[in-house]
């Protein structure tokens, strides 16, 4: 395909058959053989890999850790200071209006931050950083892999690889030996399952990934897969759930941001939007992130508009929707005021002109099995 | 069996015209979730919306490729979406319709032509 770019499993992919489809400037697998409701399945039942090397891995250093930690504050709302050597957090770059620019992870190396953004706002995101980021150093890790490990199954085949994972909790990040590459794992994902994050020179991606599929246990699982998991464990994706439009408070995200930087907390604000955000995090926000539960079985996509019944004024709508495979059916997130966003409350979805009943539900759809 | 250039299929039953969706299609879809039918004794026009699918990646909508009554719909694939991926050319069936004028069907493609087109 013209103009995109592949990640260091391209090949294998292609052996694999994947069928490939441009993403966020990739070519990047959508689904492989067994398709795309298999591979949810199989991913919840045992493990599946995902190459996730479209993501941005940034290093970001300064001449001591906390200078850079004290540095980052100032771009997101989240307390860095506060991430021990060894874990990660989830953050959000913030706008003056108390938008949100990108999700990203945040973890803390002991001698430098390493972030993960999202592919399509890598490039603005590395801008952002080089231009705000006083006495740090920003480096795009351009020849770094990274694979998503994700499912029950997957300590025990990283861990026949690399025994050093099986003792990681929920968000540690580690340095581990494989082989004589220098593994980055982080005990984290993007679908609700106990799993591995690991970055890895390039030129030894496919290796490792050909290991791990050697394991009875895992298969190979495309973007199709990790758009229904990540929606059933109810996390967002940046571009359609949460954008420079909603703030982390509209988003349901208040956990995100750590007590230090509410009011009263030791470094309270101090990130852009902060005024908004802090007023938000008191005296709530106008309208809320939630679940909705179709009645029916017809899958209600992003687009669709919310209304109460039988009125013609829209109170929300759908960012991301389909069907649930682990649950069986349809399945949706988007926005609703907040006055109608309590659990059970029924509403009506439009689809294709037609009125559908829906009903609030709390997220996530399903319970997640992190390891903590 | 006749096809059309959107990847239906019609077979003609009696005075009836049987329309599906090619195995190539299905595969293309992917794993199909929920489908919606008209209702029977809808009056529909070449080119109009009569079926939805909904795959786990997008919905598509099916147009009628001929002018005509609905007189049956396959209920089967309100429980049973996934027959439109095991079973594309058989009891996948969408709808039956009563085709005024059967000369409609002269245009469409053989199943040679077809496999040429998806080739």
């Given amino acids: 395909m013209p103009n995109l770019s592949r990640t260091p499993l391209h090949d294998l992919h292609c052996e694999l058959d994947a069928r490939m489809v441009p993403f966020a400037g990739y070519e990047m697998p959508v689904q492989y053989y067994d398709g795309v409701l298999w591979e949810h399945l199989h991913t919840r039942s045992s493990a599946g890999l995902f190459d996730v090397s479209h993501m941005g891995q940034v290093r970001v250093c ?10 980052l504050e100032a771009l997101v709302p989240v307390s860095v200071l506060g991430i021990p050597e060894g874990r990660q957090r989830y953050g959000l770059f913030t706008d003056e209006a108390g938008g949100i620019l990108d999700d990203l992870m945040i973890a803390n190396r002991g001698d430098d931050l390493l972030l993960v953004v999202n592919a399509a706002t890598r490039a603005q995101d590395i801008a952002h ?3 705000n980021l006083a006495g740090c150093s920003v480096t795009p890790l351009i ?3 990274l694979l998503a490990l994700q499912g029950p199954a997957s300590e025990a ?3 026949a690889l690399v025994p050093g994972v099986a003792e990681m909790r929920f968000m540690d990040t580690s340095a581990l030996d494989w082989n004589g590459v220098e593994l980055w794992v982080s005990r984290s994902g993007y679908t609700g399952e106990d799993g591995y994050e690991v970055s890895i020179p390039s030129s030894r991606a496919r290796a490792l990934a050909e290991a791990l599929l050697a394991s009875e246990a895992v298969i190979p699982i495309g973007l199709g897969a990790r758009d229904s998991l990540r929606l059933e464990a109810g996390l967002c994706l940046y571009g359609s759930d949460i954008d420079t439009s909603t703030t982390p408070v509209e988003a349901g995200l208040e956990w995100a941001i750590q007590k230090a930087r509410r009011r009263g907390g030791e470094r309270e604000g101090g990130f852009p939007g902060a005024s908004r955000i802090l007023d938000e995090l008191e005296s709530g926000a106008p309208r809320r992130r939630v679940g909705f539960l179709p009645d029916g079985r017809a899958p209600i996509r992003a687009g669709a508009r919310i209304f109460r019944e039988g009125s013609d004024d829209p109170v929300g709508e759908v960012t991301s929707g389909g069907f649930g495979p682990s649950l069986g059916r349809p399945v949706s997130m988007g926005y609703v005021e907040t006055g109608l966003s309590g659990t059970g409350t029924a509403l009506e979805a439009e689809v294709r002109g ?3 009943p829906v009903t609030v539900a709390d997220l996530p759809f399903r319970p997640s099995t992190f390891k903590r | 069996m006749k096809y059309t250039e959107e990847h239906e299929w019609l077979r003609v039953d009696g005075d009836l015209v049987v329309i599906g969706i090619t195995e190539h299609a299905a595969e293309q879809l992917g794993d199909v979730v929920f489908v919606e039918l008209p209702e029977a ?6 080119g109009d919306d009569i079926v939805v699918i909904e795959s786990v990646k997008a919905a598509s909508d099916i147009a009628a490729p001929v002018d005509g009554e609905v ?23 969408f709808v039956k319709m ?3 004028d059967p000369s409609q069907l002269d245009g469409f493609m053989s199943e040679d032509e077809y496999r040429d087109m998806i080739a």
């Avoid at chain 1, 300064?62 to 540095?71: K, P, R, T």
């Avoid at chain 2, 004794?41 to 070449?46: A, F, I, N, P, R």
């Avoid at chain 2, 719909?73 to 069936?93: E, Y």
């Fill in chain 2, 71 to 93: 007189v049956e719909v396959n209920d089967a694939l309100a429980d049973t979406p996934g027959l439109v991926n095991a079973d594309p050319l058989g009891s996948a069936w």
């Fill in chain 2, 98 to 100: 009563k085709v005024g």
């Fill in chain 1, 129 to 131: 950083l080089s231009a």
């Fill in chain 2, 41 to 46: 004794g809808t009056q529909v026009s070449t």
């Fill in chain 1, 143 to 145: 020849d770094r892999a």
């Fill in chain 1, 354 to 356: 037609k009125r559908m």
């Fill in chain 1, 62 to 71: 300064a001449d001591s850790l906390e200078e850079a930690q004290i540095a």
């Fill in chain 1, 157 to 159: 085949a990283l861990a």
